[in-house]
Nanobody, 123 residues
Framework: QVQLVESGGGLVQAGGSLRLSCAGSGRTLSVYVMGWIRQAPGKEREFVAAISWSGGSTYYADSVKGRFTVSRDKAKNMVYLHMNNLKPEDTAVYYC????????????????RGQGTQVSVSS
């Protein structure tokens, strides 16, 4: 079993920045792809960003490329999402997630996910 706990959400003005953190525990997370998905009100859950188990490969949704950066600290079982130049359309609940592979991740359906943290961006 894998447990994921997010922190760092909040309210920010458009153009601002936030950093989300995720603490993982349970099974050996170092072999999992980890990252973030989000769900806005009235919308389906969508992929945001992911990073391979080695940290050597990263994946981003087109809507966040160039603005968001995903990273991980394998020794601490932590994954982070640095969000810059935030836009009102980034408002959503952000979930930390983990999956053995990247395919289900980019479909917005990773096997494990946390409880979520709210990110709200005002215009």
């Amino acid at each position: 079993q894998v447990q994921l706990v997010e922190s760092g959400g909040g309210l920010v003005q458009a153009g601002g920045s936030l950093r989300l953190s995720c603490a993982g525990s349970g099974r050996t997370l170092s072999v999992y792809v980890m990252g973030w998905i989000r769900q806005a009100p009235g919308k389906e859950r969508e992929f945001v960003a992911a990073i391979s188990w080695s940290g050597g490969s990263t994946y981003y949704a087109d809507s966040v490329k160039g603005r968001f950066t995903v990273s991980r600290d394998k020794a601490k079982n932590m994954v982070y999402l640095h969000m810059n130049n935030l836009k009102p359309e980034d408002t959503a609940v952000y979930y930390c997630a983990a999956d053995p592979g990247v395919r289900d991740f980019v479909r917005g359906r990773p096997y494990y996910r946390g409880q979520g943290t709210q990110v709200s961006v005002s215009s």
